[in-house]
C-alpha cells in the first residue's frame, strides 16, 4: 500500500469509525446471529490476487457488522465496561503507525520510559503508595531517573499487560520467587504452594494456579462475610496458620476491590496485617474499581495499600477511557518479578541492558515482544487530564445511583445493594413464586431484553440468589440511556410468564 | 472527543504516520538517546486539565521520536523484521475503533468467527495439515461451520496469540494436560516433568518451563550437530528413554523451523518419529521461518509436520506484513487445549457456550479478555493475495541471497551459511588475530556500525565465533539498502582499531 492509498484509505477508515460511533443505537447491542452465520458469509478460500480496501469496508458492514456486539452502545450494560476513547484509538494508531518492539529498553528507550512515566503519573493520580513508582515518589527532587534506579534508591514501579489475569500471573510467579529463593523456576515446583482468594475473586486467579503448576486444588478459599461478601481476615489467618503448620509454603493472597460479580470490597487493610505476619505477598486485585481512585471521594478504596500490598492491578481499558489492552500492574519491589523471568540469551544482550541503568520491560511479562502501549494511556491522560477522568467516574457512579434510586423504590424489584462504583445489582422480586422458578424467571427475563437488542445485561448469583448485574460506565451512556434501560426491565418483566 | 474533533485529529494521525514512513530513511536506524533521555523531556505530573490533541503530537515529535529505534527503517537489519503494512494497520485501527472484546463467542460473534477462518486460510496458504483447520480441511464439501465442529469432526484449529512466546507456555499446558490427565492443573506438579529443546531453541521454552513450575532444570537440552546446529533426533531418544526410566514424564519437544540465532532447522520428520515412539506432544516453532511456505518452493519447511506435529506457530507480526502482535498457533487437537485452560464463573455463562457449537477462544489463551486482532489478518490476505504475500518473501530471500553472494565473495568475510531464508550470518575474518581479539572486533563492528545510524543489526554466537546478524524482510528494504549496508560494513570493518 502506497503511502498515498494508505492516507486515502486511512480517512476512510478514520470516517467510518466516527460514523459507527455515531449511529452505533441504530445496531441492536448484543449481536443477534447464530452460531455459523458470519463464518457463512466468508470465503472458504484465501484469494489468490489482492483486492482493493473498498471491497474489504463493505464486507465490514455486511459479514462482520451484524456478528458485533456493540461494547460502546450506550446500551451496553452487561460485564464491565470496555471503554474506548478518541484519544485512546489515536494513541494506538499511533504505536501501530510507528511499529516498535519495545522488548528491550535499547530496543525503543522511548518505548519504555514512557511507560515508566505514564504509569507512574497513574500512580499519583490514583493516589497509589510512593513505593509503586518507579522513584519512588522522589522525582521532585530534581534528577534523572530514566531507568528508574535513581530517585533515592526506588525498587518499584509500574508496567502495562495486557489483561488483569496476565498480571496476577505475574504477581504470582514474583511471589513464588520471594517465597522459594526461585526454587520453584529453576528446579520446579517439588513442594505444596497455596494461593488464598474468596469465592468472590475474579476466575484468572485459579486459572493462573493451574498455569503455574499450583494447582486449583491448592487454591485456598476463604470464608466471605454472607452479607457483604467481603473476605474474611480471621478464616485467612486460620488457613495460613493451618496450612504453614501442615508443611505449605503460602505464596499469595488475593484481595480483590470491586469483585466482579458485585464490586464487593475485601477488608485489605485487615487482610494486610494478617499477610505480614505470615510473610505473604499481597496482590490487590482492583482491576474494574481502581480507575474511581481517580476522584479523592473514593481514595478510601486504597486503604491499606501503603503499609501492606505488594502488587496491585487495574484496567484502564474498563473503566478509564483506554482500549483494551492496558492493565496497570505495579510492584513495590521489582526484583522478584524480575528474577522470576529474566532469560538473557545472547541474540539479546546489549550494553543498556548489561549497565544496569534501564529497565527491559520484557522481564515483567511473560512474553518477550511488546507493543507501544504507553502511547494510548498517554494521550489519554493527557487528552482529559485528572480532571476529565474524574468526570468520567463520577458521571458513572451518578447514573448507577440515580437508577439504585429507582429500583429501591419500585416495591415488584430488590435491590442487592446501594452501588459503590458503576454497578446495579438486582432482582424483580417475583413475589410469591419459590427461589427456584423466580431465579429462573430473572434469567428469562435477561434473555428476552438481550434478545430485544434495546439493551445488553449479563447475570451474576450472590447470596444464593440470581441478579441482573447492570454496569454503567460507558463513555457514550447518559441519563436517557439508564432511564430507558429500567423502562424496558420493568416492561419487560411484566410479559416474563412466570406461576406455569 | 467529539466525532468531529475524531474526524479532524484521526486525519492527522494519518498523514503523520505517512510523512513518518515517507521521510523514515532521515532518522538514525537505532536511537541514540541515553538512558534518561525520554523520560527527561516529559513532565514530572500528569495534567490537572485535558490539553488538545496537537500538544500531543508535537511532544511526539520533540520528546518521543529521538528514543525510537526505528524498525521500519529499510536499514533495520536487526534482530527479525517485525513487518508493519498499511492493511494491517488499518485493520487494527478498525478493531480500536470497534472496541469489543471477544473473550466468548457470545461477547462478539465476529471475532471468534473471522480469527477460526481467517487461521484456515492462514493454514491454506502456508498448506499446513488439514487437521490444523478447524473444519479439519473439509469445508469443500459444503455446510455450516461456524463454531468449527461440523465438516467431519474435526477436532484442531487455529487461535491468535500475542506472541510466540504465549504460543509455546499454551502448547506447554495443553501438552501437560494430555501427559498427566490434568493433574498437575488440578493437583499441581508433583512429579517430574520433562521439555526436550535444543541449545539453539528460543528463550521463551526455558521462560515457560518456569512459568509453569516445571523448572528450568527440567528442560533437557537436546544435542545439536555442530555444523547445521539442529537437533540430534538419536539423542532425543536416548534422553527421552532415560528420563521415563528414570520416572519422569516426558511432556513436549519443541523443533524449531528457523532459529532465532541462525535459522537452523531441526529435523521435523525424524524428530517427530521419536515423539511418537515416546508419545510425547510435538510443538514446532517456525515464530520466524514459517512464513515462508507461502512459497511453493518452501513448502519443504513442512516436512514431518502431517504425520507428527501436534502444535505449530509462526508469526504473521514477523515477516508476514501485519504489525504486532499477531502470532499464529494451531492445534491438532483442542480438547488439552480447553481442558488446561477452560474455568467458567457464573458471570460467564451464556447459551451458545453451553451448547457446545462455538468456541470461546478465552480458553485457547492464557488471558480473558483479547482484542479483534483477526481483522488486521484479514486485511492483510485481502489485500495482498498469495501473489502478494509470496512476493514479500522472495524479494527478502532474494535480496539474502544477493548479500551473501557479496560476502563469500569477498575474501576479507567469513559467510557463516548460504541463507536458507532473509538472514544472513557473517564475521570478518581479522587474519592474524586470535579469536578471542576476532570476537571483540566484530562485536566492535557492530558497535560502531549502530552508533552511525545507517544501519542497525546484531550478533549471535554460533560455532564457538561471534557472528553478525543481518536480517532482510523489512516491507521497505529494498536493493539498494541492503547494497549500502554491505558497502558500510565493509568501510567501517577497515576502521575498526584490532591489533593493539
New interface residues.
Given amino acids: 500500500?502506497?503511502?498515498?492509498?494508505?492516507?486515502r484509505?486511512?480517512?476512510q477508515?478514520?470516517?467510518?469509525?466516527?460514523?459507527?460511533?455515531?449511529k452505533i443505537e441504530s445496531y441492536p447491542v448484543l449481536?443477534q446471529?447464530?452460531?455459523?452465520?458470519?463464518?457463512?458469509g466468508?470465503p472458504?478460500?484465501?484469494?489468490?490476487?489482492?483486492?482493493g480496501?473498498d471491497?474489504?469496508l463493505a464486507d465490514?458492514d455486511r459479514?462482520?457488522?451484524?456478528?458485533?456486539?456493540?461494547?460502546?452502545h450506550p446500551g451496553f450494560f452487561a460485564?464491565f465496561p470496555?471503554n474506548?476513547?478518541?484519544?485512546?484509538?489515536?494513541g494506538?494508531?499511533?504505536s501501530?503507525?510507528?511499529?516498535?518492539?519495545g522488548m528491550l529498553?535499547?530496543?525503543?528507550?522511548?518505548?519504555t520510559?514512557?511507560e515508566?512515566?505514564v504509569l507512574d503519573?497513574?500512580a499519583?493520580?490514583l493516589d497509589l503508595p510512593a513505593r509503586f513508582r518507579s522513584d519512588g515518589g522522589g522525582?521532585?527532587g530534581g534528577g534523572?531517573?530514566?531507568?528508574g534506579r535513581?530517585g533515592g534508591g526506588a525498587v518499584g514501579g509500574g508496567v502495562i499487560q495486557?489483561?488483569a489475569?496476565?498480571a496476577c500471573?505475574v504477581a504470582i510467579?514474583a511471589a513464588l520467587e520471594r517465597a522459594g529463593g526461585g526454587a520453584?523456576?529453576?528446579?520446579?515446583?517439588?513442594r505444596?504452594?497455596t494461593l488464598y482468594v474468596s469465592s468472590q475473586t475474579?476466575?484468572?486467579l485459579?486459572?493462573a494456579?493451574?498455569?503455574?503448576?499450583?494447582?486449583?486444588?491448592?487454591v485456598r478459599v476463604v470464608d466471605v462475610d454472607p452479607v457483604t461478601l467481603a473476605m474474611d481476615p480471621a478464616h485467612l489467618d486460620a488457613l495460613l496458620t493451618e496450612d504453614t503448620a501442615a508443611g505449605a509454603v503460602p505464596v499469595l493472597v488475593c484481595a480483590t476491590v470491586g469483585t466482579?460479580?458485585t464490586t464487593a470490597i475485601d477488608p485489605v487493610p485487615e487482610i494486610g496485617a494478617v499477610c505480614r505476619d505470615h510473610g505473604v505477598w499481597l496482590h490487590v486485585d482492583a482491576a474494574y474499581a481502581g480507575a474511581a481512585a481517580v476522584c479523592p471521594e473514593f481514595r478510601w478504596i486504597n486503604a491499606g495499600m501503603e503499609e501492606y500490598a505488594d502488587s496491585y492491578a487495574t484496567n484502564p481499558?474498563k473503566w478509564l477511557l483506554t482500549?483494551?489492552?492496558c492493565t496497570a500492574l505495579w510492584v513495590a519491589d521489582r526484583q522478584p518479578l524480575i528474577g522470576?523471568?529474566s532469560?538473557?540469551?545472547?541474540?539479546?544482550r546489549n550494553?543498556?541492558t548489561t549497565?544496569g541503568?534501564?529497565i527491559d520491560y520484557r522481564d515483567w511479562q511473560?512474553?518477550?515482544?511488546r507493543?507501544f502501549r504507553a502511547?494510548k494511556l498517554?494521550?489519554v491522560?493527557?487528552?482529559?487530564?485528572?480532571?476529565?477522568l474524574r468526570e468520567h467516574i463520577r458521571t458513572g457512579v451518578g447514573l448507577a445511583r440515580d437508577l439504585a434510586g429507582w429500583i429501591r423504590d419500585d416495591p415488584d424489584f430488590e435491590l442487592f445493594e446501594d452501588p459503590t462504583f458503576g454497578l446495579v445489582c438486582f432482582r424483580p422480586r417475583w413475589e410469591g413464586l419459590p427461589d427456584e422458578e423466580a431465579d429462573a424467571a430473572t434469567l428469562s427475563l435477561m434473555?428476552r431484553l438481550n434478545a430485544s437488542g434495546d439493551l445488553y445485561l449479563?447475570?451474576?448469583?450472590a447470596r444464593g440468589r440470581v441478579l441482573l448485574?447492570l454496569a454503567v460506565g460507558g463513555p457514550a451512556t447518559v441519563d436517557r440511556h439508564v432511564r430507558t434501560a429500567w423502562e424496558r426491565v420493568r416492561q419487560e418483566a411484566g410479559q416474563v410468564p412466570v406461576g406455569r
Fill in positions: 500500500m502506497t503511502p498515498d492509498e494508505f492516507r484509505y486511512g480517512k477508515v478514520i470516517d467510518w469509525i466516527a460514523d459507527y460511533h455515531e449481536s446471529v447464530r452460531p455459523g452465520e458470519v463464518a457463512a466468508l472458504d478460500h484465501p484469494p489468490e490476487r489482492g483486492e480496501f471491497a474489504l465490514l459479514v462482520i457488522m451484524p456478528g458485533i456486539t456493540h461494547w460502546q460485564y470496555s474506548v476513547s478518541g484519544p485512546a484509538i489515536l494506538d494508531l499511533l501501530a503507525g510507528i511499529g516498535i518492539q529498553w535499547a530496543t525503543s528507550p522511548a518505548c520510559e514512557l515508566t512515566r503519573w497513574l499519583e493520580l522525582r521532585d534523572r531517573d530514566g531507568g535513581d495486557d489483561s489475569s496476565s500471573l510467579l520453584a523456576a529453576r528446579a520446579g515446583i517439588a505444596r504452594y475474579h476466575s484468572s485459579e486459572k494456579a493451574r498455569i503455574t503448576g499450583i494447582g486449583a486444588a491448592n466482579t460479580s481499558h482500549n483494551f489492552d522470576a523471568l532469560i538473557l540469551p545472547e541474540y539479546l550494553t543498556a549497565s541503568e534501564v511473560i512474553s518477550l515482544g507493543r502511547l498517554w494521550s491522560i493527557r487528552w482529559y487530564g485528572a480532571e476529565g434473555e449479563t447475570h451474576t448469583k448485574r
